[in-house]
Structures are given as structure tokens and as C-alpha cells.
């Protein structure tokens, strides 16, 4: 399978500021392996929602795939128990 191309929604960098150092590197690298592989092991499609999950400890990655366009769009990044939350 080709490379995807990673993009970024605006809101993301807020939501990173937040998370601690070390949990970041975690979730940075974690991303990065959506680049070779958009639905890893693991990951979970969203009822309702064209989205999907991914979680990387207390924190959950949640992105939408576009195979048309070859490109992973990362939708917010947070706390387990506020990431679903509106």
C-alpha cells in the first residue's frame, strides 16, 4: 500500500498542548504509523461517525480515512474521557 499523506485539522495543536511531554512522543509516533497504515490493529470505526480511534495509553487519536484522496485527516487527540464529549 502507498504512504498516506498525514493532515492536520487547526484544533489539533490546541488539543496537544495539553498532554505531557511524554505521552506526546508516544502519540506523535503513533501517528506517524497511520502514514503506512490508515486502519492499524487495533483501531476502531466509530458508531454513527465516519470516524475512527486509536488509542495510545489514557489518550484516544481520532482521525476520518479519505482513500480517494490517499490521506489521513486527524480530527482531535485527548483524554479518554473527554474526547467523545462535543
Known amino acids: ?3 498516506c499523506k498525514l ?3 487547526k484544533s489539533v495543536a490546541k488539543d496537544l498542548r495539553t498532554i505531557p511531554n511524554p505521552d506526546l512522543k508516544r502519540i506523535l509516533a503513533r501517528m506517524r504509523t497511520l502514514a503506512k497504515d ?3 490493529p487495533g483501531t476502531e470505526k466509530l ?3 465516519d470516524k475512527y480511534r486509536l488509542r495510545q495509553g489514557n489518550y484516544r ?3 476520518t480515512v479519505n482513500d480517494a484522496d490517499i490521506c489521513v485527516v486527524i480530527v482531535k487527540v485527548g483524554h479518554r474521557r473527554e474526547v467523545y464529549r462535543r
Open 7 to 9: 493532515v492536520f485539522k
Open 47 to 49: 458508531s454513527g461517525e
Open 1 to 3: 500500500m502507498a504512504s
Open 38 to 40: 490508515p486502519r492499524p
Open 61 to 63: 487519536i481520532l482521525y
